[in-house]
């Protein structure tokens, strides 16, 4: 498995502001993903994010508003961008497990209340 | 349309009550079938991966199994720390995204 860490775990933001989050994982690893977690809801994905390209986006969300950065095969942002408080979610970033291996591992999340 | 749905939504049992959970999907060419365990403010843990119908994996007091439209997550006398949320989620394709299913609120009384 993958050991997956996420700065900062929890913050409280006014809206038109900006989070960027982090994603660091312990091994080197193709794509990364990111998901949000509204409140009482399940999993739904971002974004894929491959280094040296740009992120894929799924239904619903835009880069201005998500913008991503993968500068390494270890790291990985997401940035909220002028958040407004349907904005409040838990930020998951995921990987899967070793070359082969096709099980997703989840950081701890990011909290992120807006104001 | 890819789906995933679980029931129940909500589920309340007395310690050593056993019960299971069910994850009901449709898709076409399913890869993979993944259960996960979510506690309040944490991320998902990996529990399960199932591949083929008749496939069955155990871990503790959770066994999880899989037919061909279904799978079932069986929690046998289950404990206060087994209380959380459960879910689970299909793969379509290797290296393609998981669809997740809303997910099963799990309590376990003392």
């Known amino acids: 498995s993958a050991v997956i860490s996420q700065k900062p775990s929890r913050d409280i933001c006014q809206r038109g502001t900006s989070l960027t989050i982090q994603c660091q994982v312990d091994s080197q690893v193709t794509m990364m993903f990111w998901y949000r977690q509204q409140p009482g809801q399940s999993l739904t994905l971002i974004a894929t994010?491959?280094?040296?390209?740009?992120?894929?986006?799924e239904s619903g969300f835009v880069i201005d508003k998500f913008p991503i950065s993968r500068p390494n095969l270890t790291f990985s942002t997401l940035t909220v961008s002028n958040m407004s408080p349907e904005d409040s979610s838990i930020y998951l970033c995921?990987?899967?497990?070793?070359?082969?291996?096709?099980?997703?591992?989840f950081g701890p999340g990011t909290r992120l209340l807006v104001l | 349309e890819d789906q995933v749905t679980q029931s129940p939504e909500a589920l309340r049992l007395q310690e050593g009550e056993s019960s299971s959970l069910n994850c009901s999907y449709t898709v076409s060419g399913l890869r993979g079938l993944f259960w996960y365990r979510q506690d309040p403010g944490k991320g998902p843990e990996f529990l399960f991966t199932l591949y083929s119908a008749g496939e069955e994996k155990e871990k503790e007091r959770l066994k999880a199994t899989l037919t061909k439209k279904e799978s079932f997550l069986h929690i046998t006398a289950p404990k206060p720390e087994d209380s959380a949320t459960y879910l689970c989620?299909?793969?379509?394709?290797?290296?393609?995204?998981?669809?997740f299913g809303p997910g099963t609120r799990l309590s376990v009384l003392p």
């Open positions: 995921s990987v899967f497990g070793s070359a082969g291996q096709e099980t997703q591992y």
């Open positions: 989620a299909v793969a379509k394709n290797y290296g393609q995204n998981f669809v």
């Open positions: 994010a491959n280094q040296g390209s740009e992120a894929t986006y």
